[in-house]
């Protein structure tokens, strides 16, 4: 069975920090599709990134930042300069992949509340 | 190009009552999927469709759950005899299914209360 663990519950930061959300998952699949969603407290989940496992190289997208490590199981997610604006529910999520290469149902990790304090 | 759609965004019903949800996705999309989100916890997946197709149903989905996409466009989620441990954020998805682009988009969701 596949699952994400995400540790911490809460994070406060102030403002212009870095901070970083940690993801832990398990799977027994080979092939498998890892995503960081933000719910903000309108409630919408919004789509952050998509990484296949296949691929370990980490990526930068301005101020975010995702590092896959496949060795310890792990995708971590790092805000630099952290706003205001960044304040929101953070969820990993873990998918299996079908034959036909789509990926399936996502499974969620608890999310991370993170509070950026002006 | 529009998001996924959900209505309504709110129905509080007394126990006992059914409800229904309409879930529309993103125009190109042929998988569309129905989670659900209790208080502090992540989404849970209930079921998705290809299509019109339902290819899989989690045992969270009991027998009072019911769910249609009969045109493989807009789906419809529907709890019969409602309890308040249904009380919940019900949210779908849709996606690509094949391919490299596969990931799911949200619509706002319908927050469900049970009295």
């Known amino acids: 069975a596949q699952k994400v663990t995400q540790a911490q519950t809460e994070i406060s930061v102030v403002e212009k920090e870095d901070v970083t959300l940690d993801c832990v998952y398990e799977t027994r699949d080979t092939t498998y599709y890892l995503f960081w969603y933000k719910q903000p407290p309108s409630g919408e989940l919004v789509f952050l990134i998509r990484r296949n496992s296949f691929d370990e190289q980490n990526e930068i997208s301005g101020r975010y930042s995702w590092n896959f490590q496949k060795s310890t199981s792990s995708f971590n997610f790092t805000i630099t300069a952290s706003q205001v604006v960044d304040s929101a529910v953070y969820f990993c999520a873990l998918s299996e992949v079908k034959s036909t290469g789509a990926n399936s149902k996502l499974t969620f990790g608890k999310g991370i509340t993170l509070s950026v304090r002006p | 190009d529009t998001g996924v759609s959900q209505d309504p965004r709110h129905k509080i019903t007394k126990r006992g009552q059914n409800v229904t949800f309409r879930c529309d996705p993103i125009s190109e999309h042929n998988r569309l999927y129905w989670y659900r989100q209790t208080l502090g916890q992540g989404p849970e997946f209930l079921t998705y469709?290809?299509?019109?197709?339902?290819l899989e149903k989690s045992r969270l989905l009991s027998d009072r759950f019911s769910a249609e996409r009969p045109k493989g466009s807009f789906s419809t989620l529907e709890i019969q005899r409602t309890e308040q441990g249904d009380s919940a954020m019900y949210l779908c998805a849709s996606g690509w299914g094949g391919g490299a682009t596969d990931t799911q988009y949200f619509g706002p969701g319908t927050r469900l209360t049970v009295l």
């Open positions: 469709f290809q299509n019109e197709a339902q």
